[in-house]
């Protein structure tokens, strides 16, 4: 009778850990993706917190709701700064060191990215308007990032927009008024 029964203890061993191995398997899987949402967030909050601060240069400067138009800039690179720290600015001066100033922040903190304010398309008058789009575009460390399924909450209309995010990168909207 013990001679049938040989080997059973050892095959029902491997069976145990082979269970335990896909159980941690899985919950790593789990923490793995975890990790990475948490990074998609705090990525986010980096965002809106750029954008805020756009929204508070704005606010702060001199001649913010008359120059609103002169904030506008594309997705292009950073423009190079003038010197306002050492020597006064002229408001006009003051909005390109605001906007470059910005950007550079932007750079700084997300990885690839990139700021773009455009005026907002909802008022028809051009000379009337009175709130920015202000968009903050970084890359997203994530793989599904690609699958438009993953992305599809967080996605801007273009037609809400009035401007689109760049292929391959994440955004964050915000209309700002001063």
Same mark, same amino acid.
């Given at each position: ?9 050892? *095959? ?10 896909? =159980?941690?398997? !899985? ?14 967030? @705090? /990525?986010?909050?980096? =965002?809106? /917190?750029? &954008?805020?601060?756009?929204?508070? /240069? ?9 120059? *609103?138009? $002169? ?15 050492? =020597? ?10 605001? @906007? ?7 750079? +700084?903190?997300?990885?690839? !990215?990139?700021?773009? @304010? ?18 903050? %575009?970084?890359? #997203? +460390?994530?793989? %599904?990032?690609?699958?438009? $399924?993953?992305?599809?909450?967080? #996605? &801007?209309?273009?037609?809400? #927009?009035? $401007?689109?995010?760049?292929? !391959? ?6 209309? @700002?008024?001063?």
């Amino acid at each position: 009778m013990l001679s049938r029964q040989a080997g059973i203890t050892l *095959l029902e061993s491997l069976v145990a850990t082979a269970i335990l191995a896909v =159980a941690v398997f !899985g919950m790593l899987g789990v923490q793995l993706r975890t990790l990475a949402d948490t990074q998609a967030s @705090v /990525r986010r909050s980096q =965002a809106v /917190r750029l &954008i805020e601060d756009f929204a508070e /240069r704005i606010k702060t400067h001199p001649d913010g709701f008359q120059r *609103l138009a $002169a904030h506008v800039s594309d997705w292009d690179p950073m423009p190079s700064p003038p010197d306002c720290q050492s =020597a006064a600015c002229d408001p006009a001066t003051l909005v390109q060191w605001d @906007v470059a100033t910005w950007k550079q922040a932007i750079a +700084n903190t997300l990885p690839l !990215g990139q700021g773009h @304010v455009f005026e907002s398309g909802d008022e028809s008058t051009p000379g009337l308007r009175r709130q920015l789009g202000v968009m903050v %575009a970084w890359r #997203a +460390n994530d793989r %599904a990032q690609d699958d438009a $399924a993953y992305g599809k909450p967080f #996605a &801007i209309e273009p037609s809400v #927009a009035k $401007a689109t995010c760049p292929a !391959g990168l994440t955004c964050h909207l915000v209309h @700002v008024q001063p």
